[in-house]
């Protein structure tokens, strides 16, 4: 008898943050891979800020998540069966595999992943899309130049971390904007980062005025709202905001607030640029690499906030929103 | 017995629409110039958006005209003393000579002009930072390419009119944003703009998306507010938003309303880049002979808007702020 596959499926179109009642919790069999095809069972399940625009009905750079659809997802996981030529039984892969326990998909968009490298969840963290959107985020989009001064929002989650050490790396002036005690420790005392700001208990704005003493010339923006204000009025001449996202704003019951100071890219001669990961796909073997070298030389480091079970999913999701996850937070499932 | 001096001194910062209790009317004695000044009868007053920002108590790129001080505004005039070698009586020259009827100056940033190659009023528009902004708004920080689609607003303004007719003159499909019929028959059957939209009776974001069927690639904003946000909404992918002003902002008593839809710039991989014409002063020439060469050759059109009598600044500047100019605003004096 072949095992059944649970899954999420999207219910309804969430209003805030979405609710247990917006998720279908599914049980159905796995099916069989089609010639073309292989089966993979899914072992962890990364939950990701952009997860929440994904089931938003408007236009954006892929369509929505349907009502009725399996929720889209990015994991790992190891191949069961397969007709695709590309794939073994055994092998370990990383794709849009969805939220459930097994997918069957056609090959496209699947990579293989090398456990013995680095330990799987890294797959999900520096070395999957997290790593990828801070290190094209930063560099090709900021293009920081050393002895700069670069601030990042969400400084202790999954891809600003990664940006506030690559930045050091680069022998920029870092500083972070991270939410409560521990994380601004944990982001200078365990990441190096110089300065952290913690907008739960500063006024934000004067902060960077105190720790950027010649403004802020990289602003990595993954949180937009009140801190993206705060950026913005202290930029230096010629500053880049990289603007990855925007999670203060995402379980808005009404419009994303814009920044009503965004006359300051005219004062400051300043740019506000948006980037997509996808778009450098044909380069993340050369970043990986890259990566995987600074990780081995104990310059990059990472931390993983793994809850264990597909069932939950919607609670799990809303740590993102909340601020309450440390590290990259992903699912491990079965 | 020397001429008298009628000047506009700041009285009080205003709170939205600048008020006639904002300013102070003044008769004072014109002064003599001291050894390396000259002594300038103003002849022709440039009345611009930016005027509403000097007045504010913010920092931005100048610092804000104190309460007490002359107005700040560019100007032409003529030379009727000079203690400063660089000019001699009767020279035309064009500066930041304030809102007066005659000026003292150093000669630091005073220009001469020729009014036998142009009419002098030229100077204060196409050849003046008007279309100084226009020309490296559009070319340098825009980067449009043939074929493109550019669209500009406040297009019948004096910038949009030239930002318009360079994007044209570069072979761009150019759509133009202005209120009324007058101004959108003005902008393509005068100025040969592809298409114009009516803001005050169209769905602008429905009409950008008939008129650019590809989407927007490049966007030169003068105007912000909802109309910033229509253009957002339609971006085509990599397109640059060059933020040049926000003039339905300006007289806000409240912040200045940020695009609510700016993650657009995600989706879109797209740039919003501020600029200021003051960064081009070294290839002001330069521009100056392109832009004289297309008007000698009937292909780059403008016009003034003159009212008489320096008394009427207070409510002449308001007409800016109502779109009721037509054409480059300026005063004549004397």
Excluded at 60 to 70: F, L, Q, R
Excluded at 229 to 236: K, Q
């Amino acid at each position: 008898m072949p095992p059944t596959n649970h899954k999420f499926r999207l219910a309804a179109r969430p209003v805030g943050m979405p609710k247990s009642s917006d998720w279908t919790y599914a049980e159905e069999p796995v099916g069989e891979p089609k010639e073309g095809e292989l089966l993979v069972q899914v072992l962890y399940i990364s939950l990701d800020p952009a997860m929440r625009m994904w089931i938003n009905d408007v236009r954006s750079y892929m369509p929505p998540v349907g009502i009725g659809e399996v929720m889209r997802a990015l994991g790992l996981g190891i191949v069961t069966a397969s007709r695709n030529p590309r794939f073994a039984v055994g092998d370990h892969v990383s794709g849009v595999f969805g939220v459930q326990e097994y997918a069957i998909t056609d090959g496209r968009g699947v990579t293989k992943i090398d456990p013995r490298v680095v330990p799987l969840p890294k797959y999900l963290n520096v070395l999957g899309m997290t790593g990828m959107t801070a290190y094209f985020g930063l560099l090709d989009t900021g293009q920081p130049k050393p002895g700069e001064t670069v601030v990042v929002s969400a400084a202790a989650g999954a891809v600003g971390a990664v940006v506030g050490q690559i930045a050091k790396i680069k022998n920029c002036h870092v500083v972070g904007i991270a939410g409560g005690a521990e994380k601004c420790r944990y982001i200078v005392q365990d990441l190096g980062f110089d300065a952290a700001i913690d907008y739960k208990n500063e006024d934000v704005k004067q902060s960077l005025r105190k720790q950027c003493t010649k403004g802020i010339d990289v602003y990595f923006d993954n949180v937009g709202g009140a801190i993206l204000e705060a950026a913005l009025a202290n930029l230096a001449r010629g500053a880049r905001i990289v603007v990855c996202g925007a999670i203060s704003q995402y379980c808005n019951t009404g419009p994303i607030a814009g920044p009503s100071n965004y006359l300051s890219l005219v004062s400051n001669r300043a740019t506000m640029k948006g980037m997509l990961v996808i778009d450098y796909a044909d380069r993340y073997a050369q970043a990986g690499a890259e990566m995987a070298a600074w990780m081995a030389a104990g310059k990059l480091k990472s931390r993983e906030d793994i809850v264990e079970g597909l069932t939950t999913f919607p609670e799990t999701l809303l740590k993102l929103f909340k601020g309450e996850n440390s590290g990259k937070l992903m699912l491990k499932v079965g």
